[in-house]
């Protein structure tokens, strides 16, 4: 399998390669300037307005808008939603062409079972469950997921192609296992539903999969991409319990996933229809410091005096803006790269036909959705593929810094090599690759995480200053963001009732 090294090397090699049609595009939503600011500590203006308002909700991510979507559907509407980025949605967020909306990060969610209270509670409201029955346009139409192994196009990611008996063997008895922890009870989403601090928690899915047996190269591909795309790191950096719930929360057999053209940035759009009055964008929030028995938020060009504050940005910003607040350590973040490719014609294709999810075997990157996936039209010429790439192999702060040092037309190179590999024609296809660079993309599950004291004491609402990040689960899902967010905001509720 290709390196990282080796990989990059090649599309250093490949800087000069010509295209058959001029490719533009850019980097976009650069917000890591910002933030760097906090890193920084530099010296921000002096508030021009102070408001008083009972609740200061930071952050306009998932967390943050079902904070304010529960909030609001309570009745409670004394409340702002501070954002540092001039558009909401975080990793949800989406763009739009002429061609097709299509997303910048999370692309879906999976069919949540009727456990999934608050998910569903959502969805009915938003129009995507009705009487039981979930919307077929939301539903993934067929072909969902192929991936390329030995040359060709295969029917799911699940490797197929080329297995011994002996891998077969290993994928059942892998299943077997997985059904066994998936009947325990303990893997859930939410997660606060049924986890208990296990000693999976204290070693990696790699030393775990040796440890039964599990050898299967085509086996632990496939349970390293998981972790690759889930959580932006390797199986031998990931917590095995975290790993295992990637499979185990899940039903075996499940119908789904729910997506849109524009991925997950289609609910965003859907809250901001109802909260977006309660929205400030472009609001950074750099300085957060107790005032009598409530707090001074500053954020943009205001200074608001709150009697609490739901802290929903991602937790490790803390320190950097809370006053006095002490440095996280259990607290890792994976950095990524998407990118959104603007395709005047498809390439052409053989066996299996283009899917909603392409994957190829032998690539770091974890391949390409197709936004116009979803149309309703019998011919789509033009389209837009939104690829992923999460920085997975070396160092977190190693790979943000070659994020911020490589320029545009690196990426762009590295991005078409990589598909070349599986579309020959592919630069003739594309007329613009626009590019984002996310440092901190999502909580990292490393090993000890995600039941470590420190998680568990900032993810249990007390006092006037509540924490409502997905990452207080230790990975990265709307239905934990969702979660985290209601979850303060009943909180919230409670206190202020209690004035």
């Known amino acids: 399998m290709t390196t990282r090294r080796e990989f990059l090397s090649a599309a250093l090699l490949a800087l000069t390669a010509k295209s058959e049609r001029p490719i533009t595009g850019s980097f976009v939503n650069d917000d890591f300037r910002q933030g760097h600011l906090l890193r920084d500590r530099a010296a921000f203006p002096k508030p021009v307005e102070s408001l008083k308002i009972p609740l200061v909700i930071v952050g306009a991510g998932v967390a943050g808008l079902c904070a304010a979507w529960r909030l609001d559907k309570r009745g409670f509407r004394d409340f702002v939603v501070l954002e540092l980025a001039e558009q909401a949605g975080g990793n949800a967020r989406w763009g739009e062409n002429e061609i097709t909306a299509y997303p910048w990060g999370a692309h879906y969610v999976p069919v949540p079972d009727k456990s999934s209270i608050l998910v569903r509670e959502l969805f009915e409201e938003l129009g995507v469950l009705r009487d039981g029955q979930w919307e077929e346009r939301a539903l993934c139409y067929s072909p969902k997921e192929r991936l390329f192994l030995h040359g060709r196009w295969q029917e799911d990611i699940e490797p197929a192609i080329g297995l011994s008996d002996k891998d077969r063997d290993q994928f059942q008895r892998f299943a077997d296992t997985i059904e066994h922890f998936r009947r ?5 989403i939410p997660m606060a539903l049924g986890a208990k601090p296990s000693p999976l928690d204290h070693q990696s899915l790699a030393e775990w999969m040796r440890e039964h047996g599990f050898d299967s190269s ?4 496939y349970t390293n991409y998981a972790c690759r795309d889930d959580y932006g790191a390797l199986a031998r950096d990931t917590s095995a319990w975290a790993g295992i719930h990637y499979f185990a929360s899940r039903p075996r057999e499940e119908k789904g996933p729910l997506t849109w053209p524009e991925g997950n940035g289609w609910i965003i759009k859907k809250l901001l229809a109802k909260l977006g009055g309660f929205v400030r964008t472009g609001a950074m929030v750099h300085h957060i410091s107790k005032a009598g028995r409530g707090f001074r938020v500053r954020g943009g060009e205001r200074e608001y005096l709150a009697e609490l504050v739901i802290f929903a940005a991602p937790t490790f910003l803390a320190p950097y803006i809370i006053e006095g607040f002490p440095p996280v350590g259990s607290f890792v973040y994976s950095p990524w790269l998407t990118a959104n490719l603007t ?3 498809l390439p052409p294709e053989t066996g299996v036909e283009l899917a909603w999810d392409n994957v190829n075997y032998d690539s770091p990157t974890l391949g390409y959705v197709v936004a116009t996936h979803q149309t309703l039209r019998t011919f789509v010429d033009r ?3 939104t690829f992923y790439w999460s920085l997975a192999q070396g160092a977190p702060s190693e790979n943000r810094r070659l994020l ?4 545009w037309s690196y990426w762009k190179e590295a991005i078409l090599n990589d ?4 579309h020959p024609d592919i630069r003739a296809c594309v007329s613009r690759i626009d590019i984002m660079r ?8 490393t090993v000890g995480a995600i039941f470590a004291e420190e998680r568990r004491r900032l993810a249990t609402p007390s006092g006037r200053l509540l924490f409502a990040n997905s990452d207080l689960t230790g990975f990265s899902i709307f239905e934990e963001a969702q979660y985290h967010g209601v979850k303060a905001a009943e909180y919230a509720l409670h206190m202020l009732g209690s004035n």
Do not use: C
Request: aromatic share 12%; charged share 25%; no cysteine.
């Open 419 to 422: 598909l070349a590999r599986i």
């Open 404 to 407: 911020l040092e490589k320029d």
């Open 343 to 345: 395709l005047e014609q």
């Open 218 to 221: 085509y086996l632990n591909w």
């Open 438 to 445: 996310m440092g901190h993309a999502m909580a990292r599950p």
């Open 383 to 385: 389209s837009v593929w």
């Open 184 to 188: 325990s009870g303990e893997f859930t």
